[in-house]
Protein backbone atom coordinates (compact mmCIF):
# COMPACT_ATOMS: atom_id res chain seq x y z
CA UNK A 1 0.00 0.00 0.00
CA UNK A 2 0.97 3.77 -0.36
CA UNK A 3 3.76 5.07 2.57
CA UNK A 4 4.11 8.54 2.79
CA UNK A 5 7.17 9.65 4.74
CA UNK A 6 7.72 13.28 6.03
CA UNK A 7 10.75 15.28 7.15
CA UNK A 8 12.03 16.85 9.37
CA UNK A 9 9.56 16.16 11.92
CA UNK A 10 10.31 19.33 13.89
CA UNK A 11 11.52 22.34 12.74
CA UNK A 12 12.40 25.44 13.97
CA UNK A 13 13.10 28.75 12.26
CA UNK A 14 13.64 32.38 12.86
CA UNK A 15 10.64 34.59 11.76
CA UNK A 16 11.14 35.78 8.34
CA UNK A 17 13.11 32.44 7.33
CA UNK A 18 12.34 30.40 4.74
CA UNK A 19 10.97 26.86 5.62
CA UNK A 20 10.73 23.52 3.53
CA UNK A 21 9.30 20.34 4.57
CA UNK A 22 9.66 17.41 2.26
CA UNK A 23 7.42 14.27 1.42
CA UNK A 24 7.79 11.01 -0.31
CA UNK A 25 5.79 8.55 -1.37
CA UNK A 26 5.51 5.15 -3.13
CA UNK A 27 2.51 4.82 -5.19
CA UNK A 28 3.01 5.95 -8.72
CA UNK A 29 -0.94 5.84 -9.26
CA UNK A 30 -0.69 8.84 -6.61
CA UNK A 31 -2.06 11.88 -8.52
CA UNK A 32 -3.05 14.50 -5.66
CA UNK A 33 -1.30 15.80 -2.82
CA UNK A 34 -2.58 18.45 -0.35
CA UNK A 35 -0.94 19.53 2.59
CA UNK A 36 -2.79 20.27 5.84
CA UNK A 37 -2.27 23.15 9.01
CA UNK A 38 -3.24 21.71 12.58
CA UNK A 39 -2.86 24.29 15.18
CA UNK A 40 -2.45 23.09 18.43
CA UNK A 41 -6.50 21.49 19.64
CA UNK A 42 -7.49 22.22 15.99
CA UNK A 43 -8.76 20.91 13.26
CA UNK A 44 -6.71 20.20 10.40
CA UNK A 45 -7.10 22.76 7.60
CA UNK A 46 -5.83 22.31 4.07
CA UNK A 47 -3.68 25.06 2.91
CA UNK A 48 -2.25 23.91 -0.39
CA UNK A 49 -2.89 21.50 -2.65
CA UNK A 50 -1.44 19.95 -6.28
CA UNK A 51 -2.28 17.59 -8.50
CA UNK A 52 0.55 15.52 -10.59
CA UNK A 53 -0.20 17.19 -13.96
CA UNK A 54 1.71 19.76 -11.93
CA UNK A 55 5.34 20.89 -11.10
CA UNK A 56 4.24 24.08 -9.04
CA UNK A 57 1.92 25.75 -7.03
CA UNK A 58 2.53 28.92 -5.24
CA UNK A 59 -0.24 30.75 -2.86
CA UNK A 60 1.49 33.75 -1.66
CA UNK A 61 3.98 32.47 1.28
CA UNK A 62 3.60 28.81 0.77
CA UNK A 63 4.25 27.00 -2.58
CA UNK A 64 4.28 23.47 -3.35
CA UNK A 65 6.52 21.56 -5.68
CA UNK A 66 6.87 17.80 -7.06
CA UNK A 67 8.28 16.02 -8.58
CA UNK A 68 6.77 12.70 -9.84
CA UNK A 69 10.32 11.04 -11.71
CA UNK A 70 11.47 10.92 -7.79
CA UNK A 71 8.02 10.69 -6.12
CA UNK A 72 8.74 13.73 -3.58
CA UNK A 73 6.81 16.80 -3.09
CA UNK A 74 7.67 19.91 -0.54
CA UNK A 75 6.32 22.63 0.90
CA UNK A 76 7.87 25.90 1.47
CA UNK A 77 6.58 28.70 3.49
CA UNK A 78 8.63 31.80 2.84
CA UNK A 79 8.65 34.85 4.99
CA UNK A 80 7.30 32.80 8.30
CA UNK A 81 5.66 34.70 10.87
CA UNK A 82 4.99 33.33 14.48
CA UNK A 83 1.00 32.02 13.12
CA UNK A 84 3.11 29.50 10.77
CA UNK A 85 3.58 27.93 13.98
CA UNK A 86 1.87 24.35 13.85
CA UNK A 87 1.94 20.63 13.03
CA UNK A 88 1.53 20.63 8.80
CA UNK A 89 0.49 17.25 7.53
CA UNK A 90 1.59 16.11 3.91
CA UNK A 91 -0.76 13.66 2.13
CA UNK A 92 -0.72 11.30 -1.20
CA UNK A 93 -3.78 9.67 -2.44
CA UNK A 94 -4.03 6.07 -3.10
CA UNK A 95 -6.15 3.89 -5.85
CA UNK A 96 -5.77 6.86 -8.46
CA UNK A 97 -8.83 9.09 -6.93
CA UNK A 98 -8.63 11.63 -4.38
CA UNK A 99 -10.95 10.46 -1.92
CA UNK A 100 -8.67 8.00 -0.38
CA UNK A 101 -5.57 9.93 1.44
CA UNK A 102 -2.41 8.74 3.17
CA UNK A 103 -1.15 10.95 5.62
CA UNK A 104 2.54 11.57 6.64
CA UNK A 105 3.35 11.57 10.08
CA UNK A 106 3.91 15.13 10.27
CA UNK A 107 6.32 18.16 10.81
CA UNK A 108 6.24 20.33 13.97
CA UNK A 109 7.13 23.78 12.85
CA UNK A 110 7.77 26.16 15.51
CA UNK A 111 8.69 30.27 14.17
CA UNK A 112 10.49 32.05 16.98
CA UNK A 113 9.72 35.49 17.13
CA UNK B 1 -22.06 28.11 7.34
CA UNK B 2 -21.60 25.92 10.05
CA UNK B 3 -18.47 23.27 9.45
CA UNK B 4 -18.26 19.33 10.51
CA UNK B 5 -19.75 19.34 13.97
CA UNK B 6 -18.12 16.31 16.40
CA UNK B 7 -19.19 15.64 19.66
CA UNK B 8 -18.34 14.90 22.47
CA UNK B 9 -14.92 16.30 22.34
CA UNK B 10 -13.46 14.79 24.99
CA UNK B 11 -14.68 11.39 26.71
CA UNK B 12 -12.34 9.63 29.60
CA UNK B 13 -13.71 6.30 30.18
CA UNK B 14 -12.50 2.95 32.19
CA UNK B 15 -11.43 0.10 29.62
CA UNK B 16 -14.46 -2.22 28.10
CA UNK B 17 -16.71 0.78 28.61
CA UNK B 18 -18.55 1.53 25.22
CA UNK B 19 -18.22 4.90 23.82
CA UNK B 20 -19.90 6.91 20.79
CA UNK B 21 -19.13 9.86 18.69
CA UNK B 22 -21.46 11.48 16.55
CA UNK B 23 -20.47 13.92 13.65
CA UNK B 24 -23.02 16.23 11.43
CA UNK B 25 -20.93 16.96 8.23
CA UNK B 26 -21.21 20.25 6.31
CA UNK B 27 -24.59 20.23 4.41
CA UNK B 28 -25.04 19.04 1.07
CA UNK B 29 -20.90 16.73 1.67
CA UNK B 30 -22.06 13.28 0.56
CA UNK B 31 -18.63 11.61 1.27
CA UNK B 32 -17.97 11.35 5.05
CA UNK B 33 -14.88 10.16 6.77
CA UNK B 34 -14.13 8.96 10.33
CA UNK B 35 -10.12 8.91 10.84
CA UNK B 36 -7.79 7.94 13.88
CA UNK B 37 -5.17 10.27 15.24
CA UNK B 38 -2.73 9.27 17.05
CA UNK B 39 -0.41 11.45 19.13
CA UNK B 40 2.27 13.13 17.29
CA UNK B 41 0.78 11.37 14.30
CA UNK B 42 -1.05 12.06 10.88
CA UNK B 43 -4.82 10.99 10.87
CA UNK B 44 -5.61 7.42 9.48
CA UNK B 45 -9.00 6.65 8.06
CA UNK B 46 -11.16 4.18 9.67
CA UNK B 47 -13.92 4.45 7.45
CA UNK B 48 -15.50 6.48 4.47
CA UNK B 49 -19.16 6.73 3.57
CA UNK B 50 -20.42 7.51 0.18
CA UNK B 51 -24.17 8.93 1.34
CA UNK B 52 -24.90 6.08 3.56
CA UNK B 53 -22.95 3.39 1.86
CA UNK B 54 -19.83 2.44 4.10
CA UNK B 55 -17.56 2.50 0.42
CA UNK B 56 -14.30 1.45 2.29
CA UNK B 57 -14.18 0.28 6.07
CA UNK B 58 -10.79 -1.87 5.07
CA UNK B 59 -9.03 0.09 8.47
CA UNK B 60 -11.85 -0.02 10.93
CA UNK B 61 -11.34 -3.05 13.51
CA UNK B 62 -14.56 -4.63 13.37
CA UNK B 63 -14.22 -7.13 16.68
CA UNK B 64 -14.83 -3.65 18.42
CA UNK B 65 -15.89 -0.76 16.32
CA UNK B 66 -18.46 0.12 14.07
CA UNK B 67 -19.91 2.85 12.49
CA UNK B 68 -23.22 3.81 11.10
CA UNK B 69 -24.54 6.94 8.42
CA UNK B 70 -28.23 6.75 8.68
CA UNK B 71 -30.09 8.62 5.72
CA UNK B 72 -26.76 10.04 4.70
CA UNK B 73 -26.27 12.68 6.66
CA UNK B 74 -25.29 12.22 10.46
CA UNK B 75 -22.95 9.49 11.33
CA UNK B 76 -22.23 7.59 14.79
CA UNK B 77 -19.09 5.86 15.58
CA UNK B 78 -18.72 3.31 18.30
CA UNK B 79 -16.38 1.42 20.20
CA UNK B 80 -17.56 -1.79 22.42
CA UNK B 81 -15.67 -2.45 24.61
CA UNK B 82 -12.69 -0.01 24.72
CA UNK B 83 -9.26 -0.83 25.59
CA UNK B 84 -6.59 1.17 26.82
CA UNK B 85 -5.11 1.09 23.12
CA UNK B 86 -7.99 3.27 21.59
CA UNK B 87 -6.83 6.10 23.41
CA UNK B 88 -6.59 9.00 20.56
CA UNK B 89 -8.54 11.70 18.64
CA UNK B 90 -11.17 10.78 16.40
CA UNK B 91 -11.73 13.10 13.64
CA UNK B 92 -15.08 13.54 11.29
CA UNK B 93 -14.08 14.84 7.93
CA UNK B 94 -16.53 15.64 4.96
CA UNK B 95 -16.45 16.74 1.40
CA UNK B 96 -18.03 16.87 -1.41
CA UNK B 97 -16.89 13.51 -2.73
CA UNK B 98 -15.45 14.98 -6.27
CA UNK B 99 -12.44 14.26 -7.74
CA UNK B 100 -9.77 16.30 -5.31
CA UNK B 101 -12.35 17.70 -2.99
CA UNK B 102 -10.75 19.66 0.44
CA UNK B 103 -11.70 17.26 3.50
CA UNK B 104 -13.23 19.41 6.19
CA UNK B 105 -12.51 18.23 9.39
CA UNK B 106 -14.24 18.57 12.61
CA UNK B 107 -12.40 19.70 16.20
CA UNK B 108 -12.16 15.70 16.76
CA UNK B 109 -13.30 13.68 20.15
CA UNK B 110 -10.63 13.40 22.27
CA UNK B 111 -11.16 9.82 23.82
CA UNK B 112 -9.02 8.95 27.13
CA UNK B 113 -9.47 5.20 28.11
CA UNK B 114 -8.55 4.46 31.79
Known amino acids: GENVEQHPSTLSVQEGDSAVIKCTYSDSASNYFPWYKQELGKRPQLIIDIRSNVGEKKDQRIAVTLNKTAKHFSLHITETQPEDSAVYFC????????????FGKGTKLTVNP | EAGVVQSPRYKIIEKKQPVAFWCNPI?????LYWYLQNLGQGPELLIRYENEEAVDDSQLPKDRFSAERLKGVDSTLKIQPAELGDSAVYLCASSTGTSGGELFFGEGSRLTVL
Open chain 1, 91 to 102: AASIQGGSEKLV
Open chain 2, 27 to 31: SGHNT
